[in-house]
């Protein structure tokens, strides 16, 4: 059984910062993709960042240059640096171990509130 299960969120003005943690646990395969994504009120939701087992890194154009995701495959986390945060940045933000099988697990999910 895999558990993935996010931390981090909060409310915050906007021009600050908050840093979102993901941590996997259970029986995970080495080879996935780990990623953020984030769905607002009303809102369909969407990628915002992703990062391979291997480093490499995909954004949507609205945050890149402002977020930066990392990983740590030692402790099977995933990280989501958010700087520059706008209020429409306000969403749930969900995190998901992926496989190139098409299977994902998800985490419950973090309100990122940005106030103007």
């Known amino acids: 059984q895999v558990q993935v299960v996010e931390s981090g969120g909060g409310l915050v003005q906007a021009g600050g910062s908050l840093r979102l943690s993901c941590a996997a646990s259970?029986?995970?395969?080495?080879?996935?993709?780990m990623g953020w994504y984030r769905q607002g009120l009303g809102k369909q939701r969407e990628l915002v960042a992703t990062i391979t087992s291997g480093g490499t890194t995909n954004y949507a154009d609205s945050v890149k240059g402002r977020f930066t995701i990392s990983r740590d495959n030692a402790k099977n986390t995933v990280y989501l640096q958010m700087n520059s945060l706008k209020p429409e940045d306000t969403a749930v933000y969900y995190c998901?171990?992926?496989?190139?099988?098409?299977?994902?697990?998800w985490g419950q999910g973090t309100q990122v509130t940005v106030s103007s």
């Open positions: 998901a171990l992926n496989y190139y099988t098409g299977f994902a697990y």
């Open positions: 259970g029986s995970i395969f080495r080879r996935n993709v």
